[in-house]
């Protein structure tokens, strides 16, 4: 296998080829990338067929901002239709035993016309694999993930991922439903923030009833709506009105000022959220200072893409973290995703592990 395929946001095509080839050179792995725009994935084509699995094993998954999920694999063109099954087992021959089949396509228009032909494959497939050795009768969710990603009914990449390094999400997309008394689509952006960034026994240990949140912009409420349903009390910072039933909780304290100047008075804040509309440099800033000082543990927050040069821009942003959280002797843990229900933005959490007393005493 000599490709590394990676799922991203139709559109985002250059922003996914961009990343991986930063990666791939940090890795002194030379290739070069395929992308078309709208397709909904790139991939990098690796001068030494190795290296596509040596790329998944070396980088770290989370580390990438655009990338919804990856693989390393290889492209089966012009498949007989009447045993597109037999070719595949072909392919995946030298494979390693996998614990789960995910028959998948690009999140595209094109893409949604072949799932009903995905579906209509993967059980013959599976039970084929099975039989080969090549795939578990039940999911185990130790061993590599087996993928087979169709562009059409003869063309497929196929090939697989670690499941200790990849998006444990079928197409890399939670399933998230829109709550009936949401107050407004923004908020499946949070939720899916908590469902990609912390696994289900982190979110016990750190998202619990009674901590205290702060939503910086938070009019309408959609933002803060996540944090109310996880039971938190949450300091609402808006000169807007918020949604009524949100007020009427008794969990929402509604603080119309500006979020740019609205501090605390306690060092006390569990989570710290904002999807404010500004320039990604300035929210930036913003999330720094409120690290350095010692106001909270954890955040998520939004940066605002520009139109061109997204890639450059995000990496920017994440870059001065890295220099102003290590000047001043901050320990964090970082991770930034262009979420599925993200659009032009991408969304960062921040875990925060020591801030010298000294910053702010």
């Known amino acids: 296998m000599s490709s590394v395929v990676i799922y991203c946001r139709s559109g985002f095509e250059n922003d996914a080829a961009a990343e991986i080839n930063h990666h791939a050179q940090l890795q002194s792995v030379a290739g070069y990338v395929k992308a078309k725009p709208n397709t909904g994935f790139v991939t990098f084509e690796c001068f030494a067929k190795e290296d596509a699995e040596r790329l998944l094993k070396q980088i770290d998954f989370k580390s990438l901002v655009f990338a919804r999920q990856w693989f ?28 789960e089949l995910r028959v998948e396509t690009p999140d595209t228009n094109e893409g949604k016309e072949l799932s009903k032909f995905c579906k209509k494959i993967s059980t013959p497939l599976a039970k084929s694999l ?62 899916e923030a908590f469902n990609v960034f912390l696994t289900k026994e982190q979110a016990e240990e750190r998202v619990r009833p009674g901590m205290r949140g702060v939503d910086l912009g938070a009019c309408p409420g959609g933002w803060t709506y996540q944090l109310v349903r996880r039971g938190m009390f949450v300091a609402a910072i808006d000169n807007g009105p918020m949604n009524d039933k949100l007020m009427e909780s008794g969990q929402v304290k509604h603080f119309r000022e500006d979020g740019f100047k609205y501090r605390p008075e306690k060092r006390n804040i ?4 904002c999807d404010m509309v500004e320039k990604p440099s300035k929210v930036t800033q913003l999330m720094i200072d409120w690290i350095v000082n010692g106001f909270v543990k954890e955040l998520i927050f939004n940066l605002k893409l520009p139109m061109k040069k997204r890639f450059d821009s995000v990496y920017e942003c994440l870059q001065l973290i890295d220099d102003e959280l290590a000047h001043y002797n901050v320990g964090y843990k970082l991770q930034a995703k262009h979420l599925y229900h993200d659009r032009e933005e991408v969304t960062v959490h921040i875990q925060v592990l020591k801030v010298p007393q000294n910053l702010y005493s």
């Not at 070719?87 to 390693?96: R, T, Y």
């Not at 090549?134 to 087979?148: F, G, I, S, W």
């Not at 569990?270 to 959220?273: R, T």
Request: aromatic letters at 8%.
């Open 72 to 99: 390393a694999g290889t492209l089966l063109s012009g498949m007989p239709l009447e045993d597109r099954v037999g070719e595949i087992k072909q392919c995946v021959a030298d494979f390693p035993l996998c614990g």
């Open 270 to 273: 569990d989570w710290l959220v």
């Open 130 to 191: 099975e039989k080969q050795n090549k795939l578990t009768r039940n999911v185990k969710p130790q061993k590599p993930v087996l993928h087979v990603l169709f562009l059409a009914n003869d063309t497929a990449y196929v090939g697989f991922s670690f499941s200790d390094n990849n998006s444990p999400f079928f197409m890399g997309i939670p399933r998230l439903r829109m709550p009936a008394d949401g107050p407004s689509r923004s908020t499946l952006k949070l939720d």
